[in-house]
Structures are given as C-alpha cells and as structure tokens.
C-alpha cells in the first residue's frame, strides 16, 4: 500500500518535470527557467497536484524497496544531537517524510533546540503553515532552483490576501536557506479583483532567508511582521511584491518585476515593488534594501504608500529603465507626503535618475542612510546566526 503511493507518485512528478523542462528559455537553466518565467501558463504545476499525496501523514518507505532511494544517502540524516533535531523530507520516501507539513507537524511545540526540516529536491504542491507554537525552525532546501514549496491559491479563494500564502510562518526564529516559495495562480489580468496570490507570509519575528526564492505576481511576497533578514534572494512580482509591516533588510537580493510591459512614451503604471505598511511614527518598521538590482519588465514605482508612514530605503542597488521616474507613490492621499520615509542613496542605473522623482522621495546623506546598511538594522547581533549554523549535509 505505502510503495504503491510511493510509484503512482513518481511518474506523476516525472511527466511534470518533463512539462517544465519544455517551457524552458534556455535547456541550461532547469527549474529556474519555469520559475523566472511565470507569465507562461502555470498549468504544469498544476499536474503535481494529482499525485495522491497526504499532506498529514507521514510516510515510512526506507524499508520497502524504492529504487529512487538508491543514490540517497543510506546514513542520512544524521542521528540528533543536543541542540539540533533533523526533520528529513523526500518526495520519494527516502527518508521520514514526504510532505514538509507532515515535517513540521512532527517538529515538538516550543522546542528551544534547532529543529532543522531537510527537504530534499523536487517541488512540493502543498499550502505549508508554521503555527507560532513552533519556534527555532529551519527549512533547508538543495537550491532555490531545485527545490520549491508551491500553492495556488488567491485571495478569492482563501477569505482574503492574507491568506493566499503557499507558506505561512508565525513562528519566531524561523529559517529558510536554498529554497523557493512559489504561488502558481493565475496572473492577474488588468482589473482583475481578488487575483492576489502570496507566496511566502513571514508573520514571525527574527526570521533569516538565504539564497531563497519568492516567485508569484500580485503581492507575492507578505513581509508581514517582525524583524527579518533576505540574503541572496530572488525576490518576483508585479503589483506591491514585497508588502506587509515588517522590519526587514533584503542584501544582495534580485528584484524582478514580471508586471505588463508600457510601450515608449506611455506613463501607464503597471506595478510597484513595495507597499510597506507602517502605521504610525512609534512603530519602528521599514524595508532597507542594500547592493540589491531592479530587473524585468514593467513600468513601476519603488514603492507606494500603504499606510501613512510607509518607510522605504534603497542603498547601493542597480535599478534598470523600468522604474518611473518619478519614483514613488503616495496611494492618491497627499497627506502621506509628509509622513512616509523614502529614501535612496547611492544607487545606480537608468532607473536611479533622482531629478524628477516626487518631492518627498530623499537622497539621502551619509549620516542618514547610516542605520539602514547593516543588520544593526533589525538587531541582528541579537539573534541573526550565520548561513552555516545548523547546516545538515546529505
Ligand atoms: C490522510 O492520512 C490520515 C492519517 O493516516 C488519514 O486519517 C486520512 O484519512 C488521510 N486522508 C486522505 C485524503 O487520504
Ligand atoms: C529557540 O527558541 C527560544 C524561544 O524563542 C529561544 O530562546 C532559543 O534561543 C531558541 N533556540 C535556538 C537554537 O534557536
Ligand atoms: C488551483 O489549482 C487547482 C488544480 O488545478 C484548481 O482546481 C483550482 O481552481 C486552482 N485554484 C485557483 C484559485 O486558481
Ligand atoms: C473574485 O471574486 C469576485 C466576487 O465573486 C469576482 O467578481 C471576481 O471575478 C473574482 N476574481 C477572480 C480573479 O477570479
Ligand atoms: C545557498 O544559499 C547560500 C546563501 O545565498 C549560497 O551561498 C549557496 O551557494 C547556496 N547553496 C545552494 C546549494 O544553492
Ligand atoms: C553586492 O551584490 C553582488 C551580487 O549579489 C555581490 O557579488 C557582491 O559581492 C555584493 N557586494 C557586497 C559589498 O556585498
Ligand atoms: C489613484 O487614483 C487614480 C486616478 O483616479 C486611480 O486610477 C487609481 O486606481 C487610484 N489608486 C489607488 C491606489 O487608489
Ligand atoms: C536624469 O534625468 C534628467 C531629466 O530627465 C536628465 O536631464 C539627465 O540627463 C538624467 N541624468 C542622467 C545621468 O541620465
Ligand atoms: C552597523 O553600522 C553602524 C553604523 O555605522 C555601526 O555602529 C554598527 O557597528 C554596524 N553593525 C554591524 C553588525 O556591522
């Protein structure tokens, strides 16, 4: 019974596998060629869904004979130790679980140990949550470009934006390294409503992502709330693409729109990249974005104005010809000039030209970029661990 899962599985991963591959741009780029390219069709991910998978139930196949195990590591994972637990996810059921939900649901609430969720390559069609009670949890992926977590829903079909997310986290101390977190719903049309479709909710405080990648269109990426660190991400969208009331800084992150290409000469807005959502001047969130690019296609602003005090920094990033010149939006309330914080320093490329940007957008001086370049920023020397802590080779 639990082999035959296993089979009915794996030709079904195979054949959609082999549909993305013929999507591909490029044969050299493998999933990435899928995943950078979401205004194709995103019927094929679609397919993954009809494998009979439980998203509750965990799996045990490694006794039962799996050839797709034969080039697993037959001594991994490696047995816990005092401070790290291992939560090892296969599609194939070579090791402990098949889904990354069943992984998380196994993990012990408020462990104070890493509990490291291995999930090995593949795409996992699952809506994945990590509830609060499930602090210190890392998901470590094979690459964000072999390795992806994708749901489809929107908001029409999930009582809201809010809760469209592939992948929620509420969670403190949550970890994410070499993984993507994909929405797969349709593309928005022009004057669609309820289309929204988040990839990635991070509600939790004190949470890291390195070399990950967010791939959707409207509102793909909800940098909800807390303090949170993006290293090396791919970060993809049209419409308010990084959005939310967190406190984040985005480190050599690629930023690249997908929203609908403008003809020369029109002014048509298609997108924006951020709509931070700060509320009031004693909150202390805002997104710093630093040796970052601005890619893809589109013609959009830096960010527009969600809440009054919408607070925005752009630092040493290259910006291509597709941000407007003027900049910024403040979401048609005049009023939210004065109080919103937009600012650029030192940035670079045919979209970084500050002569015609709104008057409210600022170029910053020296002193005043100063508190935004590092993770002093989000109180990293507090809690941020670097990329190598609690890493599980395979
Ligand atoms: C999923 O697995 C659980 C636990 O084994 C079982 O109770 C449930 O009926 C299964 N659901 C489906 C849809 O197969
Ligand atoms: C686990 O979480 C607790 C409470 O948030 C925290 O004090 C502890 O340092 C965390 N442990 C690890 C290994 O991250
Ligand atoms: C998600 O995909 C399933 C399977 O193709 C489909 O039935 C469902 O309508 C899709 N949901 C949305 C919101 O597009
Ligand atoms: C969302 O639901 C509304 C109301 O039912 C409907 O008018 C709209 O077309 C739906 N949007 C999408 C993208 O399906
Ligand atoms: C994982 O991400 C880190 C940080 O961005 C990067 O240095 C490393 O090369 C990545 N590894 C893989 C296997 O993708
Ligand atoms: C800036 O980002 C690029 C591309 O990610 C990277 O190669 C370079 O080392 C970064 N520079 C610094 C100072 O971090
Ligand atoms: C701002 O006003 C313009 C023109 O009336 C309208 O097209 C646009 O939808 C409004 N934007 C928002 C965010 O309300
Ligand atoms: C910046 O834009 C202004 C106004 O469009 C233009 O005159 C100037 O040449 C531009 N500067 C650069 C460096 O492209
Ligand atoms: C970040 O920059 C500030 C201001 O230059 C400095 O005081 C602080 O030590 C730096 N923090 C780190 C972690 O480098």
Redesign the pocket.
């Given at each position: 019974m639990v082999a035959k899962i296993a089979i009915i599985a794996l030709p079904c991963c195979t054949a959609a596998l082999l549909l993305l591959s013929s999507h591909l741009h490029s044969p050299a780029t493998s999933l990435l060629g899928i995943l950078l390219d979401l205004a194709t069709p995103s019927l094929p991910f679609y397919l993954l869904a009809s494998g009979n998978t439980n998203s509750t139930e965990n799996h045990r196949y490694r006794d039962e004979y799996n050839p797709f195990c034969d080039d697993f590591p037959p001594d991994f994972p490696p047995p816990d130790t005092a401070t790290v637990s291992i939560f090892c996810v296969d599609p194939n059921g070579c090791c402990s679980f098949t889904t990354v939900q069943a992984a998380v649901n196994a993990v012990p609430s408020f462990s104070r140990k890493r509990n490291v969720v291995w999930i090995n390559k593949g795409i996992y069609y699952e809506k994945v949550t990590v509830p609060a009670t499930k602090p210190n949890i890392t998901f470590q992926g094979q690459g964000f470009d072999l390795t992806a977590i994708a749901w489809n829903d929107t908001a029409n079909s999930s009582h809201g934006t809010f809760y469209s997310a592939s992948v929620s986290v509420f969670a403190t101390g949550f970890v994410a390294k070499n993984i993507s977190f994909i929405n797969v719903a349709p593309i928005p049309r022009p004057g669609d409503v309820g289309a929204q479709a988040v990839a990635l909710r991070i509600g939790g405080d004190q949470a890291a992502f390195w070399g990950c990648g967010f791939f959707g269109a409207q509102d793909t990426l909800h940098d909800d709330r807390g303090r949170h660190y993006f290293k090396?991400c791919f970060i993809q969208g049209s419409i308010d693409f990084i959005f939310g009331d967190a406190r984040s800084l985005y480190?050599?992150c690629r930023v690249i729109s997908m929203a609908d290409a403008v003809p020369a000469g029109v002014r048509t807005i298609t997108g924006s990249v951020t709509a931070h959502g700060r509320e009031s001047e004693e909150e202390k969130t805002g997104y710093s974005f630093v040796?970052c690019s601005i890619g893809g296609t589109g013609r959009i602003w830096l960010g527009r104005a969600w809440r009054p005090y919408s607070t925005v920094v752009f630092a040493y990033t290259s910006m291509s010809d597709i941000i407007a010149s003027e900049g910024w939006n403040d979401w048609n309330d005049s009023s939210r000039d004065q109080t919103v914080f937009y600012g650029e320093y030192r940035c670079t490329g045919d979209g970084a030209n500050l002569s015609d940007r709104v008057p409210y957008a600022q170029k910053l001086s020296d002193g005043q970029v100063l508190p935004y370049l590092n993770t002093s920023y989000i109180d990293g020397d507090r809690w941020l661990m670097p990329y190598c802590d609690s890493l599980i080779f395979a």
């Amino acid at each position: 019974m639990v082999a035959k899962i296993a089979i009915i599985a794996l030709p079904c991963c195979t054949a959609a596998l082999l549909l993305l591959s013929s999507h591909l741009h490029s044969p050299a780029t493998s999933l990435l060629g899928i995943l950078l390219d979401l205004a194709t069709p995103s019927l094929p991910f679609y397919l993954l869904a009809s494998g009979n998978t439980n998203s509750t139930e965990n799996h045990r196949y490694r006794d039962e004979y799996n050839p797709f195990c034969d080039d697993f590591p037959p001594d991994f994972p490696p047995p816990d130790t005092a401070t790290v637990s291992i939560f090892c996810v296969d599609p194939n059921g070579c090791c402990s679980f098949t889904t990354v939900q069943a992984a998380v649901n196994a993990v012990p609430s408020f462990s104070r140990k890493r509990n490291v969720v291995w999930i090995n390559k593949g795409i996992y069609y699952e809506k994945v949550t990590v509830p609060a009670t499930k602090p210190n949890i890392t998901f470590q992926g094979q690459g964000f470009d072999l390795t992806a977590i994708a749901w489809n829903d929107t908001a029409n079909s999930s009582h809201g934006t809010f809760y469209s997310a592939s992948v929620s986290v509420f969670a403190t101390g949550f970890v994410a390294k070499n993984i993507s977190f994909i929405n797969v719903a349709p593309i928005p049309r022009p004057g669609d409503v309820g289309a929204q479709a988040v990839a990635l909710r991070i509600g939790g405080d004190q949470a890291a992502f390195w070399g990950c990648g967010f791939f959707g269109a409207q509102d793909t990426l909800h940098d909800d709330r807390g303090r949170h660190y993006f290293k090396e991400c791919f970060i993809q969208g049209s419409i308010d693409f990084i959005f939310g009331d967190a406190r984040s800084l985005y480190e050599n992150c690629r930023v690249i729109s997908m929203a609908d290409a403008v003809p020369a000469g029109v002014r048509t807005i298609t997108g924006s990249v951020t709509a931070h959502g700060r509320e009031s001047e004693e909150e202390k969130t805002g997104y710093s974005f630093v040796n970052c690019s601005i890619g893809g296609t589109g013609r959009i602003w830096l960010g527009r104005a969600w809440r009054p005090y919408s607070t925005v920094v752009f630092a040493y990033t290259s910006m291509s010809d597709i941000i407007a010149s003027e900049g910024w939006n403040d979401w048609n309330d005049s009023s939210r000039d004065q109080t919103v914080f937009y600012g650029e320093y030192r940035c670079t490329g045919d979209g970084a030209n500050l002569s015609d940007r709104v008057p409210y957008a600022q170029k910053l001086s020296d002193g005043q970029v100063l508190p935004y370049l590092n993770t002093s920023y989000i109180d990293g020397d507090r809690w941020l661990m670097p990329y190598c802590d609690s890493l599980i080779f395979a």
